[in-house]
């Protein structure tokens, strides 16, 4: 969804420290963009790298959403990462939405009181300069405040409508009565998770024409079908788990739009020479469609095959389109709830180069399909 000159839609800053307020609301709120299409960094991201790579990420943003809190005056990283959004604002025409959490507001920037204090009396008077300056220019602008916890649900909802309709994305979650149709009579579950949608997804990425790949290579293609790659797709996912009729009738859909897809149990009869078969097809792919499971994560095999295809996606451009098939992104991202308790059942040896590759493709836009119902599945998935 992100513009094809930027890495995401979304940048959003926030002191991670704060676990209320990360938990709470940043991961509610990363949540509802992605299940919306919406291409999503949150700089929490960036803890184990430097703060080079944060400023580096927010230059990548078209949308940055600072979340104002407490705690967010007494980090320097955060107000590192303010300046670098405000120089972005003027240079790069970024939009920047200012989110008071509970507690705070505009005036606890203008005035920069005791909240600020302790920080700025450690550092050299330029600096503070540099970020009282900002956050000045931040409260000017207009934002949302967080007034009331049981209301949470409804700030975010703005948020993302808000988002929406600045970067011109069609929305496709809030568009809808309390039965859960929108104005036209469609269900969202249909309109949503279906699988003529994702179907039509491929066949639009399928058509593009130039890939920008990492060593900024141009690759052309007049037509879906190129001399540089062998598949079309292919389709990572559990084979034994919840999802696998799911995937089964994707596939089948794939082929009768004449899209030439490889599964990821198709050489089940040749144990020996299936990974490296895998791996193989994953290069030769134009686009990897990764089915996320609650029980995705206790196989290895799909693990390396991630790692693999988040691989290809940073060296040759490689299009990546994840679906949470009962999954929460976030659950992903962190490896948490029943899909991180599936995670840490694998042996430790390559725990951290698989924890990097699901921190990579939680933060890409995606599509979310939460409890299908086994009776409505086969009328979802239908394709005229």
């Not at 184990?48 to 990420?57: D, G």
């Not at 300069?129 to 602008?141: G, K, P």
């Not at 036209?184 to 058509?207: A, F, N, Y």
């Not at 792919?285 to 095999?301: L, R």
Request: charged share 25%; glycine share 4%.
């Amino acid at each position: 969804m992100a513009d094809p000159w930027k890495k995401y839609d979304v940048f959003i800053s926030f002191n991670g420290e704060d676990e209320d307020t990360r938990n709470n609301f940043v991961d509610h709120l990363y949540t509802a963009l992605i299940q919306n299409g919406i291409t999503t960094f949150k700089d929490d991201d960036v803890v184990e790298k430097s703060k080079a790579s944060s400023l580096k990420e927010i230059e990548e943003a078209r949308f940055s959403i600072v979340v104002f809190s407490k705690s967010y005056g007494s980090s320097a990283w955060c107000l590192d990462e303010l300046v670098k959004i405000m120089e972005c604002s003027k240079t790069k025409e970024q939009f920047v939405l200012p989110v008071y959490y509970y507690d705070f507001n505009p005036s606890n920037l203008r005035r920069q009181g005791s909240v600020f204090g302790g920080l700025f009396a450690k550092y050299e008077i330029e600096k503070v300069r540099a970020w009282t300056s900002v956050l000045v220019e931040a409260a000017n602008l207009n934002g949302i405040g967080l007034i009331d916890f049981r209301h949470q649900a409804k700030h975010i909802k703005e948020i993302v409508e808000m988002v929406l309709s600045k970067l011109n994305i069609k929305n496709f979650n809030y568009n809808q009565n309390e039965t859960g149709k929108n104005k036209h009579g469609d269900t969202s579950l249909e309109k949503h998770i279906g699988i003529e949608h994702h179907v039509q997804q491929v066949r639009q990425l399928l058509q593009v024409k130039t890939v920008k790949t990492a060593s900024n290579t141009v690759l052309t293609s007049s037509s879906p079908r190129s001399s540089w790659w062998t598949y079309d797709v292919f389709m990572c996912f559990k084979s034994n788990d919840t999802c696998k009729d799911f995937a089964d009738r994707l596939y089948c859909a794939l082929k009768q739009h004449d899209i030439y897809a490889f599964r990821n149990d198709e050489a089940l009869d040749r144990v020996e020479s299936m990974f490296s078969d895998c791996l193989k097809a994953i290069e030769e792919s134009y686009i990897s469609v990764i089915v996320f499971s609650k029980n995705y994560a206790s196989s290895s095999w799909c693990l390396d095959e991630l790692v693999k295809i988040m691989n290809c996606n940073e060296r040759y451009g490689q299009m990546v389109y994840p679906i949470f098939y009962d999954v929460d992104p976030s659950d992903v991202r962190h490896q948490k709830g029943i899909f991180g308790e599936a995670f840490m059942r694998n042996k430790p040896e390559n725990i951290e180069i698989w924890r990097k590759a699901l921190v990579k493709v939680g933060s890409l836009a995606g599509w979310y399909l939460n409890c299908t119902p086994r009776s409505d599945e086969a009328t979802i998935i239908k394709i005229p």
